[in-house]
């Protein structure tokens, strides 16, 4: 099991190593409890001392007061965040440096007696906030890493097999407190919990053996359902009359099916999906086909009876299809193609009068 922790994402995948490849076990799972909700909740905790929501009155008071926040929340705060958990003998708190704008905006008292409020020492001398580490677990990272183990926890929940080693990557996975959280709420449900020295780039460094070897993904499972839009033969068992279509050959339709390449779950190998269509009128000279996926089960059609999407859109294909000639709309196919053997989905469609072809 690979966890990764950056700082917008918590995203995790189970791989099965074996005969000398990697396969996928489960869909990607995640949440968006990533390193940036410490920072957020960080800024929240002064934001209520100061009483000035998203620092209006300060940002309002100079332009260049927003870098200031930025700086103090996203760099300054970010820096001790990485290293709380480090276990350094004498020292049970983080020391933080107010900017001397923030200071003399809403002013010292003011900062100090808020800072009482959250249980916060403010040191004047030092234009400083002195976090004990209990408070800081509490207050600001304690919502975080129970949102992670909770997600955590559901991915074991969805499996039957033993996982032998976790790696917990990304730039907050590699904060020692953060990880040694995870390790005592999964201990019990794996081998061994590993967290690279650079887990920043861990990623990275996947990103790039996978590169040289993309054979080494011998298959992958579908994080959603995948597919088109299409009209199809209107069938009374299988369709509803809202969406019956009559064509210009007078012949029944049934508009906005969603025809499906792949469901959600569904393991892939290197594999091509292969569909045909056919112009729903003779005097088409352009087809436009819309991609969409959904991670619902049982969808039959791409918009409801109000006419709203009930999927989300991801691509689509835009061919030309002249036809000169008045060739027989039936014999005008045009072929799609979806293509799930790598990291991203290729999709193509290819007229077979003319042999154009385009490609997302």
């Given at each position: 099991?690979?966890?990764?922790?950056?700082?917008g994402t918590v995203d995790i995948t189970?791989?099965?190593?074996?005969?000398?490849?990697?396969?996928?076990?489960?869909?990607?799972?995640?949440?968006?409890?990533?390193?940036?909700?410490?920072?957020?909740?960080?800024?929240?905790?002064?934001?209520?001392?100061?009483?000035?929501?998203?620092?209006?009155?300060?940002?309002?008071?100079?332009?260049?007061?927003?870098?200031?926040?930025?700086?103090?929340?996203?760099?300054?705060f970010e820096e001790q965040k990485k290293?709380?958990?480090?276990?350094?003998?004498?020292?049970?708190?983080?020391?933080?440096?107010?900017?001397?704008?923030?200071?003399?905006?809403?002013?010292?008292?003011?900062?100090?007696?808020?800072?009482?409020?959250?249980?916060?020492?403010?040191?004047?001398?030092?234009?400083?906030?002195?976090?004990?580490?209990?408070?800081?677990?509490?207050?600001?990272?304690?919502?975080?890493?129970?949102?992670?183990?909770?997600?955590?926890?559901?991915?074991?929940?969805?499996?039957?097999?033993?996982?032998?080693?976790?790696?917990?990557?990304?730039?907050?996975?590699?904060?020692?407190?953060?990880?040694?959280?995870?390790?005592?709420?999964?201990?019990?449900?794996?081998?061994?919990?590993?967290?690279?020295?650079?887990?920043?780039?861990?990623?990275?460094?996947?990103?790039?053996?996978?590169?040289?070897?993309?054979?080494?993904?011998?298959?992958?499972?579908?994080?959603?359902?995948?597919?088109?839009?299409?009209?199809?033969?209107?069938?009374?068992?299988?369709?509803?009359?809202?969406?019956?279509?009559?064509?210009?050959?007078?012949?029944?339709?049934?508009?906005?099916?969603?025809?499906?390449?792949?469901?959600?779950?569904?393991?892939?190998?290197?594999?091509?999906?292969?569909?045909?269509?056919?112009?729903?009128?003779?005097?088409?000279?352009?087809?436009?086909?819309?991609?969409?996926?959904?991670?619902?089960?049982?969808?039959?059609?791409?918009?409801?009876?109000?006419?709203?999407?009930?999927?989300?859109?991801?691509?689509?294909?835009?061919?030309?299809?002249?036809?000169?000639?008045?060739?027989?709309?039936?014999?005008?196919?045009?072929?799609?193609?979806?293509?799930?053997?790598?990291?991203?989905?290729?999709?193509?469609?290819?007229?077979?009068?003319?042999?154009?072809?385009?490609?997302?």
């Open positions: 099991m690979v966890v990764d922790i950056g700082g189970v791989h099965d190593k074996s005969n000398g490849g990697i396969s996928v076990v489960l869909p990607p799972m995640g949440n968006t409890w990533g390193g940036r909700t410490i920072n957020e909740a960080f800024s929240m905790l002064l934001q209520k001392a100061v009483d000035d929501k998203g620092f209006e009155s300060f940002i309002k008071s100079n332009a260049s007061n927003k870098a200031e926040i930025n700086r103090l929340v996203y760099e300054d290293l709380f958990g480090n276990v350094t003998p004498g020292i049970d708190e983080m020391v933080l440096e107010l900017p001397r704008p923030f200071i003399r905006n809403y002013g010292g008292n003011v900062i100090r007696d808020g800072m009482e409020q959250e249980k916060v020492h403010y040191d004047p001398g030092e234009s400083a906030l002195e976090m004990k580490y209990a408070q800081l677990e509490e207050k600001i990272f304690k919502p975080t890493i129970d949102k992670i183990i909770e997600c955590v926890r559901a991915v074991f929940g969805e499996l039957t097999d033993h996982i032998d080693t976790v790696y917990l990557v990304g730039g907050f996975g590699g904060c020692r407190f953060v990880s040694q959280k995870i390790k005592e709420a999964i201990a019990q449900h794996c081998g061994n919990i590993v967290c690279p020295i650079q887990t920043d780039l861990a990623v990275v460094r996947g990103a790039v053996m996978w590169r040289k070897d993309p054979n080494i993904i011998q298959s992958r499972v579908a994080d959603a359902t995948y597919g088109i839009g299409v009209l199809s033969f209107f069938s009374l068992s299988m369709h509803d009359e809202h969406y019956k279509y009559v064509g210009e050959d007078g012949q029944q339709y049934c508009d906005n099916v969603f025809k499906v390449f792949v469901l959600k779950g569904e393991v892939i190998k290197d594999e091509v999906y292969k569909t045909t269509l056919i112009p729903s009128h003779d005097s088409y000279t352009q087809v436009c086909i819309s991609i969409y996926c959904t991670t619902d089960d049982g969808v039959q059609y791409v918009i409801d009876k109000e006419g709203k999407l009930t999927v989300r859109k991801i691509g689509e294909l835009v061919l030309d299809i002249p036809n000169p000639d008045n060739i027989l709309r039936k014999e005008r196919d045009v072929s799609i193609f979806m293509d799930f053997s790598g990291t991203e989905i290729q999709a193509r469609a290819q007229y077979r009068i003319t042999g154009e072809e385009v490609k997302t």
